[in-house]
């Protein structure tokens, strides 16, 4: 049973546009979610967060929206770069609703931004 | 380097030998989490260590796996009696402290099992 799921294997924009990545969960008790970059041979790179008392939050080129009845996340990137270019996971934790800390992750989203 | 360090970025062993992976977390932290992926999949949750206590081992197969982060040293995945299925890039990951806090990770170690 997969408790978070990103549906799309693949995405491919162009330089200068908006990338979407998509996000939906099950578990009602995840109250922790994070966004994470990874290229190959490498490990996953942090990139943004969001709590669950919040809807959205913002670091430069990237922002993260929840929608927590809908059980949706999604992070946009603008303005899209090639070294954007990476797989995109999304991940969730329930640790302070008496959870572990553990992460679940989704299968990711391979983003192509093209020159 | 102030990052996650992981060793030996790659570990080739013949079927029913034994693999350890080491792990130093971050300066300042002292959470560990261990990671698994499988080729087109993501990230698998194994276990989560605080200095000489394991937290959280629901993800650690039953049987020849273990893991252990003493008061000194690096933190050790150990892999028993290793099995072609084994074959996989395990990662590791450390925060400060619990809660709401993201988790940073090293660049895995990748282990094929001949």
């Known amino acids: 049973d997969q408790q978070v799921k990103q549906n799309s294997p693949s995405l491919s924009v162009q330089e200068g546009r908006i990338s979407i990545l998509n996000c939906d969960y099950t578990n009602s008790m995840f109250d922790y979610f994070l966004w994470y970059k990874k290229y190959p041979a490498e490990g996953p790179t942090f990139l943004i967060s969001i709590s669950s008392i919040k809807d959205k939050n913002e670091d430069g080129r990237f922002t993260v929206f929840l929608n927590k009845s809908a059980k949706h996340l999604s992070l946009h990137i603008v303005p899209s770069q090639p070294g954007d270019s990476a797989v995109y996971f999304c991940a969730a934790s329930a640790g302070t609703q008496g959870g572990s800390e553990k992460l679940v992750f989704g299968k990711g989203t391979k983003l192509t931004v093209n020159p | 380097n102030a990052g996650v360090m992981q060793n030996p970025r790659h570990l080739v062993r013949r079927r029913g030998q034994e693999a350890r992976l080491r792990c130093s977390p971050m300066?300042?932290?002292?959470?560990v989490y261990w990671y698994r992926q499988l080729p087109e999949e993501g990230l698998k949750f194994m276990v989560y260590l605080q200095k000489e206590n394991i937290i959280d081992e629901s993800g650690m197969p039953k049987e020849r796996f273990s893991a252990e982060f003493p008061k000194e040293g690096p933190s050790i995945l150990r892999i028993q009696q290793v099995v072609r299925g084994d074959s996989a890039a395990y990662f590791c990951a450390s925060s400060p402290s619990r809660g709401h806090q993201p988790q940073h990770f090293g660049d895995g170690t990748r282990l094929s099992i001949l």
């Open positions: 300066k300042g932290h002292s959470h």
